[in-house]
Every structure is written in C-alpha cells, then in structure tokens.
C-alpha cells in the first residue's frame, strides 16, 4: 500500500459532463502530482502543486484543472468531457520538491466517457 | 527536453532465467532515474533509483539496474526471473525542474 488514496476508483459520464477526481496524498508529502494513461500514450503528466502552489505543468488541456487544498489533498477536474478522455487517472506524492524523492502513486482512477 | 526511451514494447523470458528491460535517457544535466513496475489495475510501485555513486543499483523484489553514462542506458536486470514478475515496466527520469518523464512502459512476459 502506497499509502496515496485516489477516489473514486471507476467513473462513467456521458460526454460533455464534467467530473472531479480526487487525491489524497501520502502522510507528510506536500507534492502531488496528476499523471494520465491511455493504452495508446502512456504516462502523461499533467499537473504538479506543491503545497497548494502549482509547481510544474505539463500536457495539461484548458478543460482540465486541478488544486491542492490547505489540508493537501488534491482534486483534478476535467470538464465538456470527450471520448478520448477515457483513461486511467493516476496520482503521485512525494515528500518534497527534491529530485532523488521517489513518487508514490495511488490505484487510479478509471474514467469511462461514454 | 528530457526524454525516456524504451525501445521493446514487451520482452520475453522463461522463468529462472536472467532478463534485461531496457532503457535510454536524455537529459541535460545530471540524471536522476527511476524504475517503477506497475501490475494489473493498480497503480506504479518505486522498484529503485539512480541519483549518484554506483553505477550498479540493487532495488526491490531483487531487481537491479545499471547506469552507463557514455551509453545514457540504465537497464533494469534480474538473475532470475519468476513468473510473478510479469508485469509493465516503465524507466523514468527526473530533472532539475523536478517534473518525472516516463517512458512508453515494457510489458515483461514471464513464461513457467
């Protein structure tokens, strides 16, 4: 156990809606990091904050945004959702802003666009 | 920009024997490298990494990784493998910025 918690597990909306997914990081990490895989794409990061600062941003669409609130917990939000948003949503913590801290990743969350 | 890659999409092994998952980096500055293995429906696990010293790194479950720097490789081995292995492996690298590039992932077979 990674000790990162990501709800809800599965998630299945219609397109167009708009869905929050949410990340609880592990004890004492203050970075959280939003990672997208698709079977075609791999891992794409997304988003990082740091103490509910944005740090780092990556291939992140205007529809998606995130936050990372004063108790740390993380939520990612994807809005006027498309069929290719289907993926698996994976988020990562780690202990600080330090370049060896590995990243420590929750189960995911497996969005279906139907 | 950094970058990752992995260049077989899947590898072959029977159990007992040694495997190699490949990878190659690029990275300006020093690189900071990860191995990570993920199994089905959950989420990536930290094997080991490379940040400074040597150029052999033991992790967990009894994988190693070898950092060649006039190569840019840093392939993930095992003696031995065992069925239980199989799963997809994916080689990252972080930089100054802090931001963790992956690479495409290789699934690795092990077969009994």
């Known amino acids: 156990d990674s000790g990162v918690t990501q709800t809800p597990k599965h998630l299945i909306t219609a397109t167009g809606q708009r869905v929050t997914l949410r990340c609880s990081p592990r004890s004492g990490d203050l970075s959280v990091y939003w990672y997208q895989q698709s079977l075609d794409q791999g891992l794409q990061f997304l988003i990082q904050y740091y103490n509910g600062e944005e740090r780092a941003k990556g291939n992140i669409l205007e529809r998606f945004s995130a936050q990372q609130f004063p108790d740390l917990h993380s939520e990612l939000n994807l809005s006027s959702l498309e069929l290719g948003d289907s993926a698996l949503y994976f988020c990562?913590?780690?202990?600080?802003?330090?370049?060896?801290?590995?990243?420590?990743f929750g189960n995911g969350t497996r969005l279906t666009v139907t | 920009a950094q970058s990752v890659a992995q260049p077989e999409d899947q590898v072959n092994v029977a159990e007992g024997n040694p495997l190699t998952v490949k990878c190659t980096y690029s990275v300006s500055g020093n690189p900071y490298l990860f191995w990570y293995v993920q199994y089905p429906n959950r989420g990536l696990q930290f094997l080991l990494k490379?940040?400074?010293?040597?150029?052999l790194v033991k992790g967990s479950y009894g994988f190693e990784a070898e950092f060649n720097k006039s190569q840019t490789s840093f392939h993930l081995k095992k003696p031995s493998a065992l069925v239980s292995d199989s799963a997809l492996y994916f080689c990252a690298v972080r930089d100054a910025g802090n931001m963790l590039t992956f690479g495409g992932g290789t699934r690795l077979m092990v077969k009994p």
């Open positions: 990562a913590s780690s202990v600080e802003r330090v370049e060896n801290s590995p990243l420590h």
């Open positions: 490379y940040i400074t010293g040597d150029n």
